[in-house]
C-alpha cells in the first residue's frame, strides 16, 4: 500500500472527474476528490465507483472544500500528500459564464491560482514533488487567428469563462518555470459522453431526442446551429490528462481529434439516427446566444499523438450514437441499432442515489 499512487482531483463530480477516477482506480490509485457541501449529494456519475471508507478495501476518498477557499486547500494537500492533482473542477459553462462572471472568474482563474500555490507551498516545505495537471480548454482560443488550432496559437478568449482559463493557463506556466513545478495544461477541445451536464448543447439535443420518442417532450430550443466544434470523447480525452503526468518533463498538449463539425451537422446525425427529420423539433431561441460567440474551433493533436502516444478511439457519428443509446435506454426505449456497451453510463443517467461518509 505504501508504494500506491494517490491522486488528488478537483471536479471530481463532473463528467471529466468520475472518468478519470475509473481509470485510476483501475492503474491502482488511491483516489480522493474534493467535492462541495451542499444539502443533496451530487454525486450520482461516481456512485458506481463509490466504497464506504471505513471498508478496507476502499480506494476512492472524498472531501469537502471548494476552489474558492485557498485555506482548504492547502490543508487537503497536507493531510493527502497527493503525488498528482487533475484541477478539473470550474464553473465551466461559458453562456453562464456571462450571467455570473464574477463567481466564474473566481473558480477557474483564481481557483487555479490557489491550487498552485497551495501546491508550491507544500513541495517546498516537504520536497515531496506533486505533479500538477491543469484542465485548460479550446475556448481560450475563441475567435481563431489560425487553423487549426495548436500548442502556440494565440489565444483571444470571447467569455469571462474563457478569459480566466487563459489566466489560469499562464499561472501554470508561470509556476512551472519559477518555482519548477512538474504542472502541465492540457489544451481540451470539445468532449462529450453520456454523461454530459443536461444544459450543454450535445447532451440536450440527445436527451430531448429520447424525451421526443416518449413522448414527454415536442420541440428543442437552441441557439446557435452554425457554431463549428471539434467533438470528442470525454473517455478518451481523460486518458491524455493522466499521460501528460507520466511523461519525464512537463509540457502543455492540445488533445482534440482533428475535425470540426456544426451543431447543425450534430442535430442531423442524432435524428437520422432514429429516422426522424431535425428540422420539424428544433426552434430557435435567442436566449441562447451568447454576447460574442465563437464560431469554429478545429484541434490540432498531432503533439499529442507523437509525445503522448494518444489518439481518440471514438468517432464523431459513434459519439453521437453512444449518447443517444444511453438517453434511450434511462428511459426504456430500444435503440434503433447496438452501439457501444455503456451500462455505467446509464446507470447514472437513471440517477441512482446513496448515502455516502465524507471526510
Not at 453562464?96 to 472568474?105: H, K, L, M, N
Request: net charge negative; glycine share 6%; charged share 25%.
Amino acid at each position: 500500500m505504501k508504494n500506491t499512487k494517490r491522486a488528488l482531483i478537483t471536479g471530481i463530480t463532473g463528467q471529466d472527474g468520475s472518468y478519470l477516477s475509473e481509470l485510476l482506480l483501475e492503474k491502482g490509485y488511491e483516489v480522493h476528490g474534493i467535492i462541495r457541501r451542499t444539502s443533496t449529494f451530487n454525486t450520482d456519475r461516481i456512485d458506481h465507483i463509490y466504497q464506504d471508507p471505513h471498508q478496507s478495501e476502499a480506494k476512492l476518498f472524498l472531501h469537502y472544500g471548494d476552489l474558492t477557499d485557498g485555506t482548504t486547500l492547502g490543508r487537503l494537500i497536507e493531510q493527502i500528500k497527493p503525488s498528482e492533482i487533475y484541477n478539473l473542477g470550474a464553473q465551466s459553462h461559458v453562456r453562464v459564464s456571462f450571467d455570473s462572471p464574477e463567481y466564474t472568474v473566481d473558480t477557474v482563474g483564481m481557483g487555479t491560482l490557489r491550487l498552485l500555490e497551495a501546491v508550491r507551498d507544500y513541495q517546498q516545505r516537504t520536497g515531496h514533488q506533486v505533479r500538477f495537471y491543469q484542465a485548460g480548454s479550446s475556448e481560450m482560443f475563441g475567435l481563431v487567428q489560425e487553423v487549426p488550432q495548436n500548442e502556440t496559437t494565440p489565444f483571444y478568449p470571447r467569455s469571462p469563462y474563457a478569459c480566466a482559463k487563459v489566466y489560469a493557463h499562464w499561472q501554470t506556466i508561470n509556476y512551472r518555470e519559477s518555482y519548477n513545478l512538474f504542472a502541465c495544461n492540457g489544451i481540451l477541445f470539445n468532449h462529450e459522453s453520456p454523461r454530459r451536464g443536461e444544459t450543454f448543447v450535445t447532451r440536450k439535443i440527445t436527451r430531448a431526442l429520447a424525451n421526443i420518442l416518449a413522448g414527454n417532450q415536442s420541440k428543442i430550443y437552441l441557439g446557435n446551429l452554425d457554431s463549428k466544434r471539434d467533438w470528442g470523447y470525454a473517455k478518451d480525452y481523460v486518458k491524455a490528462m493522466w499521460l501528460m503526468l507520466q511523461q519525464e518533463e512537463p509540457d502543455d498538449y492540445v488533445v482534440a481529434t482533428g475535425e470540426t463539425y456544426s451543431v447543425k451537422e450534430f442535430l442531423k446525425t442524432a435524428f437520422d439516427y432514429i429516422n426522424l427529420d431535425w428540422q420539424e423539433y428544433v426552434v430557435f431561441d435567442s436566449r441562447y446566444l451568447r454576447p460574442t460567440e465563437v464560431d469554429l474551433l478545429i484541434g490540432d493533436p498531432s503533439k499529442a499523438k507523437r509525445k503522448l502516444d494518444w489518439e481518440p478511439s471514438v468517432s464523431f457519428k459513434e459519439l453521437v450514437h453512444l449518447m443517444i443509446d444511453a438517453d434511450l435506454d434511462a428511459l426504456g426505449i430500444k435503440s434503433p441499432k447496438k452501439g457501444t456497451d455503456n451500462r455505467q453510463d446509464n446507470a447514472f443517467i437513471r440517477r441512482k442515489t446513496s448515502n455516502h461518509t465524507i471526510d
